[in-house]
Protein backbone atom coordinates (compact mmCIF):
# COMPACT_ATOMS: atom_id res chain seq x y z
CA UNK A 1 0.00 0.00 0.00
CA UNK A 2 1.11 3.49 -0.63
CA UNK A 3 0.68 6.44 0.94
CA UNK A 4 1.34 10.26 0.08
CA UNK A 5 0.88 12.86 3.05
CA UNK A 6 1.20 15.90 2.48
CA UNK A 7 2.34 19.10 4.95
CA UNK A 8 3.01 22.72 4.95
CA UNK A 9 -0.12 24.41 3.46
CA UNK A 10 -2.09 26.95 5.35
CA UNK A 11 -3.00 30.53 5.07
CA UNK A 12 -0.82 33.42 3.91
CA UNK A 13 -1.19 36.89 2.99
CA UNK A 14 -0.37 38.11 -0.74
CA UNK A 15 3.14 38.44 -2.11
CA UNK A 16 3.86 35.70 0.82
CA UNK A 17 5.86 32.21 1.00
CA UNK A 18 4.82 28.79 1.37
CA UNK A 19 6.31 25.47 0.96
CA UNK A 20 4.73 22.57 0.85
CA UNK A 21 5.98 18.91 1.27
CA UNK A 22 5.12 15.33 0.24
CA UNK A 23 6.16 12.14 1.45
CA UNK A 24 5.67 9.01 -0.44
CA UNK A 25 5.59 5.62 1.70
CA UNK A 26 4.37 2.16 0.93
CA UNK A 27 5.72 -0.47 -1.22
CA UNK A 28 7.30 0.57 -4.88
CA UNK A 29 10.74 0.73 -5.96
CA UNK A 30 10.91 3.59 -7.21
CA UNK A 31 9.47 7.26 -7.89
CA UNK A 32 9.55 7.97 -11.61
CA UNK A 33 7.65 11.10 -11.42
CA UNK A 34 6.41 13.64 -8.28
CA UNK A 35 3.97 16.99 -9.19
CA UNK A 36 1.48 18.83 -7.33
CA UNK A 37 -1.77 20.25 -8.71
CA UNK A 38 -3.84 22.45 -7.35
CA UNK A 39 -7.84 23.26 -7.77
CA UNK A 40 -9.67 26.48 -6.97
CA UNK A 41 -13.30 26.76 -5.88
CA UNK A 42 -15.49 26.03 -9.33
CA UNK A 43 -12.22 24.96 -11.40
CA UNK A 44 -10.71 22.38 -12.68
CA UNK A 45 -7.66 20.75 -10.86
CA UNK A 46 -4.63 22.05 -13.09
CA UNK A 47 -0.90 20.96 -13.05
CA UNK A 48 1.26 23.20 -11.22
CA UNK A 49 4.80 21.85 -11.56
CA UNK A 50 6.13 18.47 -11.83
CA UNK A 51 9.79 16.45 -10.90
CA UNK A 52 10.52 13.55 -13.14
CA UNK A 53 13.14 11.16 -12.44
CA UNK A 54 14.39 13.53 -9.68
CA UNK A 55 15.71 16.06 -12.12
CA UNK A 56 13.11 17.05 -15.17
CA UNK A 57 11.27 19.69 -13.99
CA UNK A 58 8.22 21.12 -15.42
CA UNK A 59 6.09 24.41 -14.69
CA UNK A 60 2.82 25.98 -15.59
CA UNK A 61 3.64 28.86 -17.25
CA UNK A 62 1.53 31.04 -14.44
CA UNK A 63 3.94 30.44 -11.58
CA UNK A 64 7.16 30.24 -13.40
CA UNK A 65 9.86 32.18 -11.99
CA UNK A 66 7.71 32.35 -8.71
CA UNK A 67 7.38 28.69 -7.56
CA UNK A 68 9.91 25.73 -7.48
CA UNK A 69 9.81 22.29 -7.03
CA UNK A 70 12.20 19.58 -5.50
CA UNK A 71 12.93 16.44 -4.78
CA UNK A 72 14.61 14.69 -1.99
CA UNK A 73 15.49 11.09 -3.04
CA UNK A 74 16.11 9.23 0.03
CA UNK A 75 13.42 10.42 1.75
CA UNK A 76 11.35 9.72 -0.86
CA UNK A 77 9.80 13.20 -0.80
CA UNK A 78 8.91 16.43 -3.15
CA UNK A 79 8.96 19.92 -2.13
CA UNK A 80 6.70 23.07 -3.85
CA UNK A 81 8.61 26.32 -2.71
CA UNK A 82 5.69 29.11 -3.85
CA UNK A 83 6.92 32.87 -3.93
CA UNK A 84 4.74 36.30 -4.83
CA UNK A 85 1.88 34.06 -3.65
CA UNK A 86 -1.35 35.88 -5.36
CA UNK A 87 -4.93 35.99 -3.92
CA UNK A 88 -6.95 34.39 -6.87
CA UNK A 89 -4.43 31.10 -6.46
CA UNK A 90 -6.03 30.14 -3.17
CA UNK A 91 -6.95 26.58 -3.73
CA UNK A 92 -6.32 22.89 -2.69
CA UNK A 93 -2.83 21.69 -3.20
CA UNK A 94 -2.81 18.26 -4.48
CA UNK A 95 0.14 16.13 -4.62
CA UNK A 96 0.48 13.26 -7.24
CA UNK A 97 3.03 10.50 -7.45
CA UNK A 98 3.78 8.09 -11.02
CA UNK A 99 5.02 4.72 -9.06
CA UNK A 100 6.44 1.97 -10.11
CA UNK A 101 5.02 -0.32 -7.39
CA UNK A 102 5.72 -3.91 -6.13
CA UNK A 103 2.74 -5.94 -6.00
CA UNK A 104 2.01 -6.47 -8.76
CA UNK A 105 4.69 -4.83 -10.26
CA UNK A 106 3.37 -2.05 -12.43
CA UNK A 107 2.84 1.91 -12.82
CA UNK A 108 0.34 3.56 -10.72
CA UNK A 109 -0.71 6.88 -10.26
CA UNK A 110 -1.02 7.72 -6.37
CA UNK A 111 -2.94 11.18 -4.57
CA UNK A 112 -2.41 12.85 -1.37
CA UNK A 113 -5.53 13.99 0.55
CA UNK A 114 -4.82 17.96 -0.89
CA UNK A 115 -3.97 20.81 1.58
CA UNK A 116 -5.31 23.94 1.66
CA UNK A 117 -3.68 27.17 0.78
CA UNK A 118 -5.41 30.25 0.97
CA UNK A 119 -4.31 33.23 0.30
CA UNK A 120 -5.36 36.82 1.48
CA UNK A 121 -5.14 40.15 0.57
Known amino acids: QVQLVESGGGLVQAGGSLRLSCAAS????????MGWYRQAPGKQRELVASIIDGSSTNYADSVKGRFTISGDNAKNTVYLHMNSLKTEKTAVYYCNANLLRLDPIGRENYWGQGTQDTVSS
Open 26 to 33: GSFIRINA
